[in-house]
């Protein structure tokens, strides 16, 4: 208690002396009426309205007050040179009197930041559960610094937006626990009309790591100040690569298995869509290759269609066989259906030059061929389904038809032939 007798700042409650007398303990200190802070921020709750220029201005108030106790101020004596952290901010220990002043109360736990033994001893968690800082659920005393201050302000800045503390269980025990291991839910989530940098300066005052929070009251309440300006906040909310990085730290054993299993997960998709890959080349690569030996068969084919017209009936069946080896099975219904007509083709072609009367032939001997070569012309024309030697012309028997008119004009026998 002696390290915040010299504490003499308008919204930190005097202290004037503190002793013993028999059997009692007492403190002397300034008398304030008005309500507690706790109380106005009920009221809020209930209302569902928030004044920002109020929040702000307690949030600069406190700020201000306790940035007072933690430097070094002029006119105090040596040993009390390096300030005091207060490690029990709570809406309960503030007061607003009538005319709207803002006082710290209660430093019952303050202790000197050169103290090394302090008030505690480490395993000892002392102060709020839900204002605490985590290094002070922790019970680490030495490590409860000017930060721990910064965060309980950030704690109290929460619940005046939000009506509720960034974390409250049904037990201190797991509000404590609440406070060491998990994030406080973003402010904007309970009241959409936080103002986003307001809710940045919020999150920034509770972050786990004290390094990351306000490295003092003072750059609160200028931050605080300049969101009332409407000036550019110094603070940033945090990024996802910065989020993860801090998760990791604080759960390496846990961060190691996600990751694992992230890189199992990623193994496994990267083989599937590399075999999906793979499978897709081949089929390509199939249908590339089946397309050249489709152009190559056309080729084929178009050379069996030019020796039948030349009359070249060899020539004609190495190009039909070419063209059935490159397609084998494969052949589309198109091409199938030019094989089948260019096979018929030549193999009627071979049938009538098989079957072609010898012309030298004279007399009865020639008539009787001729007749007969006709006949075997029609049964081959009917065989191919091209109709019989005397159909109309413009019908497919006009190549019998020709025959006959070849037979017709032929040179007749004289009477020695007969």
Known sequence: MKAVLPLRHPHLLKVYGAGKTGDYCWIAKEYIHGESLAAVIGRI????KIDWRNVLKIGIYLARALDYAHQISEGLETAYKHGVVHRDIKPQNIVINSKDTVKITDFGLARRLDDGAGLTRT?????????????????????????ADVYALGAILYELLTGRAPFHAETPAKTIQQVISQDPVSPSRLNASVPRDLETICLRCLHKEPHLRYASAAALADDLHRFLRDEVIAARPEGKLGW??????????????????????????????????????????????R?????????????MEKWLRQSAWPEASAALDRAKVRLGDRASIELRRRLDQGAGELELAEKLDAIRPDLTIVGFKRLAIASQTAYAYEDAFRKAGLGQVDDDAEEPGVEAAGLVELLDRSPEPDEGEL
């Open 45 to 48: 709750d209930a209302a569902g």
């Open 123 to 147: 395993g000892m968690a002392l102060g709020t559960p839900g204002y605490m800082a985590p290094e002070q659920a922790q019970g680490l005393s030495s490590a409860v610094g000017i930060s």
């Open 244 to 289: 993860l990085a801090r998760q990791i730290r604080r759960r390496p054993k846990q961060s190691a298995t996600i990751a694992a299993g992230a890189l199992l997960t990623v193994a496994v998709v990267g083989s599937g869509l590399w075999l999906l890959s793979d499978r897709a080349a081949a089929a390509r690569a199939v249908q590339a290759d």
């Open 291 to 303: 397309a050249a030996t489709e152009r190559a068969a056309e080729q084929d084919l178009g050379d």
